[in-house]
């Protein structure tokens, strides 16, 4: 089992940058295929970019070319740098570790774009 810790939410100007991580817990994070998700009020949660075991990565339409995800194996943590941002970026974000039929989710990071 592992335990998931995000950090890097935050309010920022449209066309800036934030960069969120995800620590996990426990020996086995290299064997998870990692992933963001984003929940906005009145939408579902939606994926926004996934990284496998061997750093593969894809990303939702609306994102591609401007956020980036990663993974450190060495220090547990997958990243989202999330660039040129849109108001409509605004969502709660949560990090996700699964493997087979198992799914581990964090306790997301609120995300805000504004002026």
């Known amino acids: 089992q592992v335990q998931l810790v995000e950090a890097g939410g935050g309010l920022v100007q449209p066309g800036g940058s934030l960069r969120l991580s995800c620590a996990a817990s426990g020996s086995m994070f290299r064997i998870y295929t990692m992933g963001w998700y984003r929940q906005a009020p009145g939408k579902q949660r939606e994926l926004v970019a996934a990284?496998?075991?061997?750093?593969?990565?894809n990303y939702a339409d609306s994102v591609k070319g401007r956020f980036t995800i990663s993974r450190d194996n060495a220090k547990n943590t997958v990243y989202l740098q999330m660039n040129s941002l849109k108001p409509e970026d605004t969502a709660v974000y949560y990090c996700?570790?699964?493997?087979?039929?198992?799914?581990?989710w964090g306790q997301g990071t609120q995300v805000t774009v504004s002026s």
């Open positions: 990284i496998t075991t061997g750093g593969s990565a």
């Open positions: 996700n570790a699964g493997i087979a039929t198992m799914s581990y």
